[in-house]
């Protein structure tokens, strides 16, 4: 059986400590799928077709890693793509009650078909977030540090 797993996220933007995550378990499964959420709760602020193409063009040295777009629910998403994993990453302590909480709910609505697997955040990337990184650019700071090059030549067009 073909082990796949779904890295699933808002990506807005793509920032290197995803990037590190996407890489680290690409070396374990057989495939992952970079799930873009198309999530109107969050209200990204880059369009949908910026970040799944910012998320490709951060992931396209990894040949068993394909992006696509998720709506709807997260196990419904896994089903379709006969995924058994979902990725996650853990940068600080806040991040660990939310995960096991949604590890859980996404247990039970598969009927325990899917595992979420937690990687912790690298000492590099653990502090950041893409939270930050739209603040740091909406004071017009300097991201560079903390997204792929893809994203970096974009924003200074």
Not at 93 to 119: C, G, K, P, R, W
Request: charged letters at 25%; proline letters at 4%.
């Amino acid at each position: 059986m073909k082990r796949i797993a779904i890295y699933p996220g808002t990506f807005d933007p793509i920032t290197l400590g995803h990037v590190d995550i996407i890489k680290r378990a690409a070396h374990l499964f057989d495939e992952v799928v970079v799930a873009v959420a198309n999530s109107t709760r969050k209200k990204p602020l880059f369009t949908e077709k910026k970040r799944l193409h910012w998320c490709a063009g951060s992931v396209a040295e990894f040949p068993n890693v394909r992006v696509m777009l998720m709506e709807g629910l997260l196990t419904e998403f896994a089903h379709s793509e006969s995924a058994h994993y979902i990725v996650r990453g853990i940068r600080t302590a806040e991040d660990v009650d939310y995960e096991l909480s949604m590890a859980h709910m996404n247990q039970q609505l598969s009927d325990y078909e899917l595992q979420t697997l937690f990687f912790p955040a690298d000492n590099e990337h653990r502090f950041v977030s893409a939270t930050m990184v739209r603040e740091i650019m909406a004071l017009n700071g300097d991201v560079s540090a903390f997204v792929p090059e893809c994203v970096v030549n974009e924003l200074l067009k």
